[in-house]
């Protein structure tokens, strides 16, 4: 039997200097990325995957950053949850919101929320559990892939 200490590491990355919307696609890389999440509770999960930032830009002209992390930033942060981080997960409101921001960046054709009642439990600001419909960015993966759409936090 092997001592609990002879385990291997598995490498992680931190995800909380990331500026813009990522994606982790839960896939058997070997490699956990984690993030600091569900607001001013600063949660930290974690999952197995491969990162893939996602529709963010920049405005040169107007030097303004562009990305769908403002306006889920906003709305977590908004009346609703206030910044508490929505840590015991997202309702069906949250949903319809989540899926305008998608839609407004051209994102709603790619990923979905999942709307099954565990992933909507374990889902809360910045760590949101997605079905992902048609990524134009990976080639020879699975039709079925799942993820997490994860932005900054609003501690």
Same mark, same amino acid.
């Given at each position: 039997?092997?001592?609990?200490?002879?385990?291997?590491?598995?490498?992680?990355?931190?995800?909380?200097?990331?500026?813009?919307?990522? +994606?982790?696609? #839960?896939?058997?890389?070997?490699?956990? @990325?984690?993030? /600091?999440?569900? $607001?001013? &509770?600063?949660?930290?999960?974690?999952?197995?995957?491969?990162?893939?930032?996602?529709?963010?830009?920049?405005?040169?002209?107007?030097?303004?950053? +562009?990305?769908? #992390?403002?306006?889920?930033?906003?709305? @977590?942060?908004? /009346?609703?949850? $206030?910044? &508490?981080?929505?840590?015991?997960?997202?309702?069906?409101?949250?949903?319809?919101?989540?899926?305008?921001?998608?839609?407004?960046?051209?994102?709603?054709?790619?990923?979905?929320?999942?709307?099954?009642?565990?992933?909507?439990? /374990?889902?809360?600001?910045?760590?949101?559990?997605?079905?992902?419909?048609?990524?134009?960015?990976?080639?020879?993966?699975?039709?079925?892939?799942?993820?997490?759409?994860?932005?900054?936090?609003?501690?």
């Amino acid at each position: 039997m092997k001592n609990i200490s002879e385990r291997p590491i598995r490498p992680k990355i931190e995800l909380w200097d990331s500026v813009g919307l990522g +994606l982790i696609i #839960e896939y058997p890389s070997g490699i956990l @990325f984690s993030n /600091q999440t569900g $607001g001013f &509770s600063c949660l930290h999960p974690s999952v197995e995957g491969i990162y893939v930032p996602l529709n963010n830009d920049y405005s040169e002209p107007e030097k303004r950053f +562009l990305s769908p #992390e403002i306006d889920l930033a906003k709305y @977590f942060e908004g /009346q609703k949850y $206030g910044g &508490s981080g929505a840590t015991k997960g997202i309702d069906a409101e949250d949903i319809l919101v989540i899926t305008e921001i998608l839609k407004k960046y051209s994102l709603n054709e790619v990923i979905i929320v999942d709307t099954n009642k565990s992933k909507m439990q /374990q889902s809360h600001e910045a760590w949101i559990y997605v079905k992902i419909l048609n990524l134009y960015l990976l080639d020879g993966f699975s039709k079925e892939l799942n993820g997490i759409m994860t932005w900054s936090n609003s501690d």
